[in-house]
T-cell receptor, first 113, second 109 residues
Framework: EAQVTQNPRYLITVTGKKLTVTCSQN?????MSWYRQDPGLGLRQIYY???????DKGDVPEGYKVSRKEKRNFPLILESPSPNQTSLYFC????????????FGPGTRLTVT | GENVEQHPSTLSVQEGDSAVIKCTYS??????FPWYKQELGKRPQLIID?????GEKKDQRIAVTLNKTAKHFSLHITETQPEDSAVYFC????????FGAGTRLFVKA
């Protein structure tokens, strides 16, 4: 089954404790992206990647890191989480950059206390 | 920077009526305009999309119109049903993807 998976689905952590949210897709998609969703703000893009070893900032990259060492994986790293990073996070992938449908993962709800 | 304005933020209609959601954008480089439906606790799901070389696209009860000159596009849902109740997001896609803030649609039976 073609899908995007994220882990963990739920995470409660404390300020400053490094964490990684994994994202994996099995569709051989070149484009992958991370979004955060906050009430009233829609989805905002954190980082995106157009291919292996190619990443770029979205609109809200501060406090986040990403890497794309393999085509299928695109982990999101929070080196020192803060309470303002409490949010719902979605990973997405698509076949190409601009005119292709994005497939979203199930989401990761992160709470930083 | 680029942004997308989406209106209205909340929309309540009677079952069977039509619903229209509008988005305006500022980025001329965008050439792909998707619409997503998100039900409570679920991921966004693509419901219809339109590319910049097309002015209108229809899929059963859902249609999207695009005016590139005026930089706005709209979602039209006809014969609304209670199961259409959800949050709808427009987006623009170039190198980045920018989403509107969302419209919460209530369809009253």
């Amino acid at each position: 089954e073609a899908q995007v998976t994220q882990n963990p689905r739920y995470l409660i952590t404390v300020t400053g404790k490094k964490l990684t949210v994994t994202c994996s897709q099995n569709m051989n998609h070149e484009y992958m992206s991370w979004y955060r969703q906050d009430p009233g703000l829609g989805l905002r893009q954190i980082y995106y990647s157009m291919n292996v070893e190619v990443t770029d900032k979205g609109d809200v990259p501060e406090g986040y890191k990403v890497s794309r060492k393999e085509k299928r994986n695109f982990p999101l790293i929070l080196e020192s989480p803060s309470p303002n990073q409490t949010s719902l996070y979605f990973c997405a992938s698509s076949r190409g950059l601009t005119t292709y449908e994005q497939y979203f993962g199930p989401g990761t709800r992160l709470t930083v206390t | 920077g680029e942004n997308v304005e989406q209106h209205p933020s909340t929309l309540s209609v009677q079952e069977g009526d039509s619903a229209v959601i509008k988005c305006t954008y500022s980025d001329s480089a965008s050439n792909y305009f998707p619409w997503y439906k998100q039900e409570l606790g679920k991921r966004p799901q693509l419901i219809i999309d339109i590319r910049s070389n097309v002015g209108e696209k229809k899929d059963q009860r859902i249609a999207v119109t695009l005016n590139k000159t005026a930089k706005h596009f709209s979602l039209h849902i006809t014969e609304t049903q209670p199961e259409d109740s959800a949050v709808y997001f427009c987006a623009i896609r170039g190198f980045k993807t920018i989403f509107g803030a969302g419209t919460r649609l209530f369809v009253k039976a």
